[in-house]
T-cell receptor, first 117, second 117 residues
């Protein structure tokens, strides 16, 4: 069964420093997608970044990058130059299948990131 | 703003009652997903509709049902409510991605916070 593991319940980072949030996954499928979402205290889920299993380059979106190591089944999120507004819960998620009309997400338990001024 | 709308934002009701949560997907998105977020279970997939048809089911209770209408909006019906149904209910939408990638993101609405007393 597919599974997402986030081993860091909470993390602290100093403002302007970089931080890495860990995510490992388990799937028997060759084709899958990996996602990171941010959930601030207000509750909404904000899409950050996506990585497909066949993508050769690591995904980047502004200050967010995804360190994808397929052999290790890890998809860590790197946030550069942390800002106070980055304080939130961060969820790693996986969807099996590449494209198509199905594709619900399986989520990890999340990591609570706190940025210190 | 993700473009996905959900109403109501908050809902307080009593055990045994029935409620309906409404979701309008982003313009052009054919797939709608419902997720439940609770402290006990985390974020769980409930059900997916694609262009009006049920496409996938997750951990959805028999007391819960959903449908997607011709205008692509979706409703999640929760009946015989129990205290444990108190949670944040998210709707997400996505396009049907073409083979090879694109349109993989799922965009979440702001959620409906259900409190069962």
């Amino acid at each position: 069964a597919q599974k997402i593991t986030q081993t860091q319940p909470g993390m602290f980072v100093q403002e302007k420093e970089a931080v890495t949030l860990d995510c490992t996954y388990d799937t028997s499928d060759q084709s899958y997608g990996l996602f990171w979402y941010k959930q601030p205290s207000s509750g909404e889920m904000i899409f950050l970044i996506y990585q497909g299993s066949y993508d050769e380059q690591n995904a980047t979106e502004g200050r967010y990058s995804l360190n994808f190591q397929k052999a290790r089944k890890s998809a860590n999120l790197v946030i550069s130059a942390s800002q106070l507004g980055d304080s939130a819960m961060y969820f790693c998620a996986m969807r099996e299948g590449y494209g198509g009309s199905q594709g619900n997400l399986i989520f990890g338990k999340g990591t609570k990131l706190s940025v210190k001024p | 703003d993700s473009g996905v709308t959900q109403t109501p934002k908050h809902l307080i009701t009593a055990t045994g009652q029935r409620v309906t949560l409404r979701c309008s997907p982003r313009s052009g998105d054919l797939s709608v997903y419902w997720y439940q977020q609770s402290l006990d279970q985390g974020l769980q997939f409930l059900i997916q509709y694609y262009n009006g048809e049920e496409r996938a089911k997750g951990n959805i209770l028999e007391r819960f049902s959903a449908q997607q209408f011709p205008d692509l909006h979706s409703e999640l019906n929760l009946s015989s409510l129990e205290l444990g149904d108190s949670a944040l209910y998210f709707c997400a939408s996505s396009v049907t991605p073409l083979a090879g990638g694109g349109g993989n993101e799922q965009f979440f609405g702001p959620g409906t916070r259900l409190t069962v007393l």
